[in-house]
């Protein structure tokens, strides 16, 4: 190559050499810009105001058949309270009708037996006590059995042990046990049990054994029920329309504090099934029907259900509670039924009753 070429004396790669010192003083420089800028960035957003969050999405529209239904149900009252135990008003004093307190004529009064199972609800026994003395119905035996209880219970029973036919306090096998025991040694032609937290209406007593006498076909009767709180004011009430044998085998829809029965149907079903510890007065009634017995809805309020948290329905329904109502309906249908089969056979019934409630609510129907 001649010496004058521009590329003379030029080695490969000679042009790609920078100083090592100049290039790092650069990325420095380079790094101080980035940093900058994010400062400026960050001045920026804190000026601007935050967007809005993006709406949640909207629940889905109910279908317009149904929207008027529930506002035709809501303004004119026709909701069902058959199973309520929460209503959400305030609660208010138990309203009794003068006419409640009347004793009917009673021929031949029949011997009633009233059996109370009880377990550390001295709380609310005295009440209970209370409620079936202070009918003045004379021809009673009044059981209280109590299962060993460990709060004020025994000092209750202390105060009303003269009045009582019977009371102990004795170690048991759960609510059936006690019940079986409380009837163990009574003589009446009438029976009923009463939990240790429930009470009987005033004039129950005389008004069932008036029906009892007027009615001698009749097996078993029972009636509306009051809901009252721990306090013991009303929460709600529940009307019921006539007896549906065909619903009761579906649902249990009936007041136990408000049962009562002949001992003849009793000693035909042998009494209490002790294997249930939560329906066991839906057994009793499905045993009663099998057996023959006759049925009536009476039109009368005649006890009240109390709520309360201790209380073993609010406790135990969605557990024992669901399991022993299954076992009884597969007893019934012989298989398991679900849910939807549940509800499409007490619509009818359901109607009925939302019609009764309203009638009552408006001064129509007088209970």
Same mark, same amino acid.
């Given at each position: 190559m001649d010496a004058t070429h521009p590329n003379a004396g030029v080695t490969a790669g000679a042009g790609l050499d920078f100083p090592a010192a100049g290039l790092e003083e650069r990325v420095r420089e380079l790094a101080g810009e980035v940093r900058a800028l994010r400062q400026d960035l960050a001045q920026l957003r804190a000026l601007v105001p935050p967007r809005r969050s993006a709406r949640p999405p909207r629940p889905p529209r109910m279908p317009l058949k149904y929207w008027i239904r529930h506002q035709i149900k809501t303004r004119f009252g026709l909701v069902s309270q058959i199973g309520k135990l929460e209503y959400g008003v305030p609660p208010k004093p138990v309203y009794v009708p003068r006419w409640y307190h009347r004793k009917p004529l009673v021929v031949n009064p029949p011997l009633i037996s009233i059996a109370t199972p009880s377990y550390n609800q001295g709380e609310y026994l005295e009440h209970t006590i209370r409620s079936v003395l202070d009918q003045e119905y004379p021809w009673i035996e009044y059981v209280v059995q109590d299962g060993?209880?460990?709060?004020?219970?025994?000092?209750?029973?202390?105060?009303? $042990?003269? $009045?009582?036919? $019977?009371?102990?306090?004795?170690?048991?096998?759960?609510?059936?046990?006690?019940?079986?025991?409380?009837?163990?040694?009574?003589?009446?032609?009438?029976?009923?049990?009463?939990?240790?937290?429930?009470?009987?209406?005033?004039?129950?007593?005389?008004?069932?054994?008036?029906?009892?006498?007027?009615?001698?076909?009749?097996?078993?009767?029972?009636?509306?029920?009051?809901?009252?709180?721990?306090?013991?004011?009303?929460?709600?009430?529940?009307?019921?329309?006539?007896?549906?044998?065909?619903?009761?085998?579906?649902?249990?829809?009936?007041?136990?504090?408000?049962?009562?029965?002949?001992?003849?149907?009793?000693?035909?079903?042998?009494?209490?099934?002790?294997?249930? $510890?939560?329906?066991?007065?839906?057994?009793?009634?499905?045993?009663f029907q099998e057996a023959g017995a006759k049925i009536v809805r009476l039109p009368r309020f005649l006890g009240a259900f109390r709520v309360h948290q201790s209380s073993k329905t609010v406790s135990t329904v969605n557990s024992t509670g669901l399991q022993e109502m299954e076992r009884l309906r597969r007893r019934s249908f012989g298989r398991d039924v679900s849910y939807p089969e549940v509800v499409a056979a007490v619509r009818s019934y359901m109607c009925w009753h939302v019609f009764h409630n309203r009638m009552y609510r408006l001064g129509l129907f007088r209970y």
């Amino acid at each position: 190559m001649d010496a004058t070429h521009p590329n003379a004396g030029v080695t490969a790669g000679a042009g790609l050499d920078f100083p090592a010192a100049g290039l790092e003083e650069r990325v420095r420089e380079l790094a101080g810009e980035v940093r900058a800028l994010r400062q400026d960035l960050a001045q920026l957003r804190a000026l601007v105001p935050p967007r809005r969050s993006a709406r949640p999405p909207r629940p889905p529209r109910m279908p317009l058949k149904y929207w008027i239904r529930h506002q035709i149900k809501t303004r004119f009252g026709l909701v069902s309270q058959i199973g309520k135990l929460e209503y959400g008003v305030p609660p208010k004093p138990v309203y009794v009708p003068r006419w409640y307190h009347r004793k009917p004529l009673v021929v031949n009064p029949p011997l009633i037996s009233i059996a109370t199972p009880s377990y550390n609800q001295g709380e609310y026994l005295e009440h209970t006590i209370r409620s079936v003395l202070d009918q003045e119905y004379p021809w009673i035996e009044y059981v209280v059995q109590d299962g060993g209880s460990t709060d004020s219970t025994r000092d209750v029973l202390a105060r009303y $042990r003269m $009045r009582l036919h $019977r009371c102990e306090s004795r170690r048991d096998r759960g609510q059936s046990h006690a019940i079986n025991l409380g009837f163990a040694g009574t003589a009446g032609e009438i029976m009923a049990y009463l939990n240790s937290d429930d009470l009987l209406l005033p004039g129950a007593l005389y008004y069932v054994a008036a029906y009892f006498e007027k009615h001698p076909d009749v097996d078993v009767v029972y009636g509306h029920r009051v809901v009252i709180d721990s306090a013991g004011q009303e929460l709600g009430r529940w009307v019921l329309p006539k007896h549906d044998a065909e619903v009761l085998k579906w649902a249990d829809y009936i007041p136990q504090e408000t049962l009562f029965w002949r001992r003849r149907i009793w000693d035909k079903v042998g009494g209490i099934d002790e294997s249930f $510890r939560f329906a066991m007065d839906w057994d009793l009634l499905l045993r009663f029907q099998e057996a023959g017995a006759k049925i009536v809805r009476l039109p009368r309020f005649l006890g009240a259900f109390r709520v309360h948290q201790s209380s073993k329905t609010v406790s135990t329904v969605n557990s024992t509670g669901l399991q022993e109502m299954e076992r009884l309906r597969r007893r019934s249908f012989g298989r398991d039924v679900s849910y939807p089969e549940v509800v499409a056979a007490v619509r009818s019934y359901m109607c009925w009753h939302v019609f009764h409630n309203r009638m009552y609510r408006l001064g129509l129907f007088r209970y």
